[in-house]
T-cell receptor, first 116, second 115 residues
């Protein structure tokens, strides 16, 4: 059973370009979470999605960032018009369920975004 | 609000020494989960342990042990007889049962084990 997959593992963008980060959850998992890790810091929650729904985006910057988890295909974290401060590692996690019932989050290997 | 504090930013030890990484947490929830993750230089997150708030029993796994003390809101991690391969950043994290979508991570402790 493959774990959480993220691609690309490394992404380089110039300022002003768009970055698209993909996350394929573990088989059978319908809940996806995105976290950002700035250099020398811990991970910070960004957004929680179920298939076709955003459940909690309280950690997501209000502008330039968006996330989706379509019925078919991976979850996408999109960053428009990237700036140098967006350089970070972006981790995706998935769980079997979510909400009030505890379900362990399994983390992917992360995508390292570098903005030149 | 939930919060995790790892006061030790960096620790350096010599191989075979024991080392303890501190973690102090804050939560208003009575049901919560505590975690430790290892992040080696390659960057991925390696799950080490999960503890729920009702289980204060300490745990030992090989050279790793964890001391959970609800009275002091601490969940410390000890590596016995450290090895160079233990060099990594270690994160403590907290997840509240009523909002387990949002795992809160500490800032991490960078452990360097010198030969």
């Amino acid at each position: 059973n493959a774990g959480v997959m993220q691609n690309p593992r490394h992404l380089v963008r110039r300022r002003g370009q768009e970055a698209r980060l993909r996350c394929s959850p573990m088989k059978g998992h319908s809940h996806v979470y995105w976290y950002r890790q700035l250099p020398e810091e811990g991970l910070k929650f960004m957004v929680y999605l179920q298939k076709e729904n955003i459940i909690d985006e309280s950690g997501m910057p209000k502008e330039r960032f968006s996330a989706e988890f379509p019925k078919e295909g991976p979850s996408i974290l999109r960053i428009q018009q990237v700036v140098r401060g967006d350089s970070a590692a972006y981790f995706c996690a998935s769980s079997l369920a979510g909400g009030l019932t505890y379900n362990e989050q399994f983390f992917g290997p992360g995508t390292r975004l570098t903005v030149l | 609000a939930q919060k995790v504090t790892q006061a030790q930013t960096e620790i350096s030890v010599v191989e075979k020494e024991d080392v303890t990484l501190d973690c102090v947490y804050e939560t208003r929830d009575t049901t919560y989960y505590l975690f430790w993750y290892k992040q080696p230089p390659s960057g991925e997150l390696v799950f080490l342990i999960r503890r729920n708030s009702f289980d204060e029993q300490n745990e030992i796994s090989g050279r790793y042990s964890w001391n959970f003390q609800k009275s002091t809101s601490s969940f410390n991690f000890t590596i016995t007889a450290s090895q160079v391969v233990d060099s990594a950043v270690y994160f403590c994290a907290l997840s509240e049962a009523r909002n387990n979508n949002d795992m809160r991570f500490g800032a991490g402790t960078r452990l360097t084990v010198k030969p």
